[in-house]
């Protein structure tokens, strides 16, 4: 199937890493849930900025340094209207959603959690938003509370509306989009209802964040956190999101040079936010390639990314679905860019290997999610996840890749 792209040029030619004849030439990559791959306006100004603008940020007294600073600072500015957060004081530089998660639990966990609160997540989470909370659990004694998974793989509303019930809930922090399958969560409407019941809500939009626009004000959460990676930019940076008056009441997280205004061996005061959040040095050169990535994805539309993968949503479901020992990982009422399967007699490493001898790149393993996946009685699916590069040409390879790889495992006669 070829795919007429809405009058615009396909994007992958703004992608060096698909240049036909570069060292990946041909290459069929369906594994941007993992990382995605980055065009060359990111790698571009990322190198521009070492060979150009660099040097360390607020607190160079020469020009360089004030230049810097003003690009980072303004990719902050950017980050704001990118989520259309109220101002850019609610965003904070992280290293990824990891440490964002991280730092929710960490920070405002330990200043506002006590034993007997508890905290409610979705049976869908990445390991970086169960494992934090595992800690607070086992070092100051909250409970951890799962929402559980709805038989069509989407998440079980009246669990999650009965986990609410006693108002012991302080926190929910769920995925907006789970890595491991593609559900999509209806998480405006588990925010609203998580507020009503007096929790504070966080958001892991990991994957989220490429397919679709955020909004933190219309959704009214409290915390929003992705990774710059898999939004087609570096690696090493990302954001977390967070509502200026909870912000506020919350301590540091790491400390050091750049989030104090005063030292003295007796006390310290910390800046204000977000600046109380960022100690050290940041990932400078990531977050102008994040700028980038944002101007880059701004500057295809929302409506071209979603629209295309809508077209590359329903081809993949189709292809798929005629595929025999093929079973698709159920992702409730609404799928974003990830097709997570079994094929009968293959285990996920082997077809993941095979693949990649027909060039075509997915994942294969649990995806960090090992408890989802032990819901449904497995340990490693393989993963074939979208970016805005793909082409219903990719998914092809994929299909005539899964079935070579069924016949070299199909049973020989003797
Ligand atoms: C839903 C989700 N949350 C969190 C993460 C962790 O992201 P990172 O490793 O970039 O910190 C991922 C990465 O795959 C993810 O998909």
């Not at 007796?266 to 936010?273: A, G, I, N, S, W």
């Not at 032990?374 to 005539?400: H, I, Q």
Request: with cysteine; hydrophobic share 45%.
């Amino acid at each position: 199937m070829s795919l007429i792209l809405h009058n615009r040029p396909h994007p992958k030619a703004d992608f060096p890493i698909f240049d036909p004849q570069g060292p990946n030439a041909g290459l069929a990559y369906l594994d941007s849930g993992a990382s995605a791959q980055k065009p060359a306006s990111v790698i571009e100004a990322v190198s521009q900025f070492y060979a150009t603008g660099y040097a360390n940020i607020h607190r160079g007294v020469y020009k360089l340094s004030a230049t810097a600073t003003d690009a980072y600072e303004g990719v902050r500015v950017q980050v704001a209207k990118f989520l259309n957060a109220a101002s850019e004081q609610e965003i904070i530089f992280v290293r990824g959603a990891t440490e964002g998660l991280n730092l929710i639990a960490h920070s405002w966990g330990r200043a506002h959690l006590k034993a007997g609160d508890a905290v409610l997540i979705s049976a869908m989470e990445h390991h970086a938003n169960i494992i934090p909370w595992q800690i607070l659990r086992d070092q100051i004694g909250i409970e951890l509370r799962v929402a559980a998974l709805a038989a069509d793989g989407g998440i079980d509303r009246a669990d999650f509306t009965a986990k609410l019930a006693d108002g012991k809930v302080k926190l929910a922090s769920f995925t907006h989009i789970a890595n491991a399958t593609g559900a999509v969560l209806p998480v405006a409407e588990l925010v609203a209802e998580a507020k009503a019941a007096g929790a504070l809500v966080a958001i892991d939009g990991c994957q989220a964040i490429p397919h679709r626009p955020v909004d933190v004000q219309a959704l009214d959460c409290d915390f929003y956190v992705f990774s710059a990676h898999k939004l087609y930019g570096p690696t090493g940076t990302g954001i977390l999101y967070g509502r200026l008056s909870v912000l506020e009441g919350m301590p540091p997280y790491q400390t050091g040079g750049d989030m104090v205004a005063t030292v003295r061996f007796d006390k310290t005061e910390f800046l204000e936010p977000p600046q109380r959040f960022e100690a050290g040095t940041p990932d400078i050169a990531g977050v102008i390639g994040l700028g980038a990535a944002i101007d880059y994805v701004q500057s295809l539309g929302w409506a071209w990314i979603e629209e295309h993968e809508k077209i590359l949503l329903a081809y993949g479901e189709s292809v798929l679905s005629k595929v025999p020992g093929l079973t698709l990982l159920p992702a409730g009422p609404e799928r974003a860019g990830i097709f997570s399967f079994t094929v009968d007699g293959v285990h996920p490493h082997d077809l993941g290997t095979i693949l990649d001898h027909h060039n075509v790149a997915i994942r294969a393993g649990s995806h960090c999610a090992q408890p989802l996946l032990n819901e449904f009685g497995l340990t490693a699916t393989a993963r074939a996840s979208l970016g805005l590069y793909n082409e219903p040409e990719d998914l092809d390879r994929l299909v005539e890749a899964i079935r070579a790889a069924q016949r070299m495992f199909a049973p020989k006669r003797a």
